[in-house]
């Protein structure tokens, strides 16, 4: 397990923090992400010593929003200092939020709290990272700021709702529609507690993280007493117990969720960006090369490199082999079909891809290929023919009526001498003989003759599906 939540540096941990990172070893929890506050100079400098003797735990930059600060200026300069100093170690921005505990908090410091956070989301969406949010009695204002960057920057770099503890499972999907994960700590423990653990349950597997916020927030057996990493344990039994599923699996579920949102590689067996989920799928990301760049993709928006899929930081750290794909993908326990897509044209693995293709088919599992169908082109062969034997369904991205529109708006990159667009029609005709089924799709851009496309793909007897420019996945 990974705590994904804690203050070691806290004065609670005084005296006996070897232990308590000893207890941790003991009770399987392998890692902890220690907050960072920028707040305090003593607190970080203690933080990064912690970090100095420990190479398990991670940290993040931020400052809580009823913590005392100077300026903006200064947790900039703070916040570049401790960057550059120590970028391996910072996983993620925060925490940050809005917190309006007690009721009598003013209007005035309302909007001074929402331009700290406005402040640490664009430090966030700046250097890439991912976001630690908290949030009290605060959701309805924390989901408006968040709902204006997303519309603007193309989404964030993941994050997460810490001790999530709103009352309705709505105002959780509302943070999930938006690519963040929630986070569960000592509190669902609770006794009174009831509707957090319900609202638990409900929660997609894949989008759970689990806490301490230790040395808060103890469990109920130790509830009034300092929490501690170890403690996390008992968050991941109450919610797996919740959920009906086998402990250890939903352990390990929360660690591969952990690792995908802060791309972390030091976790044993453990590869971020391979395997995510949407859905009723898992979705396989086998590479980041294309043989195009087309302009409605997120890696060329406003040259911005994105790699953000639904919340997922898709930017691999390496190509992963066949293994490494596999214990990826069945982290994952409930889903229908496997989906080779990621941000990047997985034929260009074919070896990796016809491998794990194979394994899963041989075990009963129904496998999607999400491709923009130069494979053909690439390889100076017929692709589809072999691809047949292990894809059960194709997806084919097309996106024009003609050649001069689909050189425009996907620039492909062959050999010279070829004619992409007539390989994508010959790869089309070519699934249809082998493959059982064969969608068409285009994305909705500005320009598109939508009703031209639907025709190419109606005369070659295939299913059409519009995408929605901007959503990806
Ligand atoms: S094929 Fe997909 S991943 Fe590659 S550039 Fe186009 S949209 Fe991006």
Request: neutral net charge.
């Amino acid at each position: 397990m990974i705590d994904s939540h804690c203050h070691l540096e806290m004065p609670d941990f005084d005296g006996d923090l070897s232990a308590v990172l000893e207890r941790m070893g003991k009770n399987g929890i392998t890692h902890a992400v220690s907050i960072g506050s920028l707040a305090k100079n003593d607190r970080i400098e203690r933080t990064f010593k912690i970090l100095s003797n420990n190479g398990n735990i991670w940290t993040t930059l931020g400052v809580h929003p009823k913590s005392p600060y100077k300026s903006f200026n200064d947790i900039e300069r703070l916040f570049k200092k401790y960057y550059a100093e120590h970028k391996e170690r910072i996983i993620a921005v925060g925490e940050t939020g809005l917190d309006y505990f007690p009721d009598s908090l003013g209007d005035i410091e309302k909007k001074a709290q929402k331009e700290l956070f406005k402040f640490q989301i664009e430090l966030a969406l700046l250097h890439k990272l991912p976001l630690i949010i908290h949030i009290r009695d605060a959701y309805k204002d924390a989901l408006e700021v968040l709902r204006s960057y997303a519309g603007s920057s193309g989404g964030f770099y993941g994050g997460v709702i810490h001790c999530f503890s709103a009352e309705e499972f709505k105002t959780a999907q509302d943070f999930i529609d938006l690519g963040f994960f929630i986070s569960f700590s000592g509190n669902i423990t609770y006794k009174k507690n009831s509707y957090l653990r319900q609202i638990a349950k409900d929660i997609p597997d894949e989008k759970i993280l689990i806490e301490t916020d230790s040395p808060y927030l103890a469990p109920q057996k130790f509830r009034g007493k300092r929490n501690e990493p170890s403690y996390v344990r008992f968050v991941a039994e109450v919610i797996a117990a919740q959920k009906d599923v086998d402990l250890e699996q939903f352990k390990e579920l929360t660690v591969e969720n952990t690792v995908n949102l802060f791309g972390v590689t030091d976790v044993a067996g453990f590869f971020p960006a391979v395997a995510y989920k949407i859905g009723a799928g898992v979705y396989v990301n086998l590479t980041n090369r294309c043989t195009n760049e087309c302009g409605f993709c997120p890696k060329y928006w406003d040259g911005k490199n994105n790699y953000n899929v639904k919340g997922y930081n898709l930017e691999l750290k390496k190509e992963p082999d066949f293994e490494e794909v596999i214990s990826s993908v069945f982290r994952y326990y409930n889903f229908k079909e496997v989906v080779f897509c990621g941000l990047g044209e997985p034929t260009l693995r074919l070896d990796t891809l016809k491998k794990t293709a194979i394994h899963l088919k041989n075990k009963g599992i129904r496998v999607r290929l999400d491709t923009d169908g130069l494979a053909n082109a690439v390889y100076g062969r017929n692709v589809v023919k072999e691809l047949g034997e292990y894809i059960d369904s194709v997806s084919v991205s097309l996106n024009a009526h003609n050649s001069s529109y689909y050189n425009e708006i996907c620039k492909p990159r062959l050999k010279k001498g070829l004619d992409p667009y007539s390989s994508v029609l010959d790869f089309i005709d070519e699934s249809r003989k082998s493959i059982k089924d064969v969608v068409v799709t285009a994305v909705g851009l500005e320009g598109l003759d939508v009703e031209a496309v639907r025709k190419v793909a109606l005369e070659k007897g295939v299913r059409f599906k519009l995408r929605q420019y901007n959503d990806i996945g």
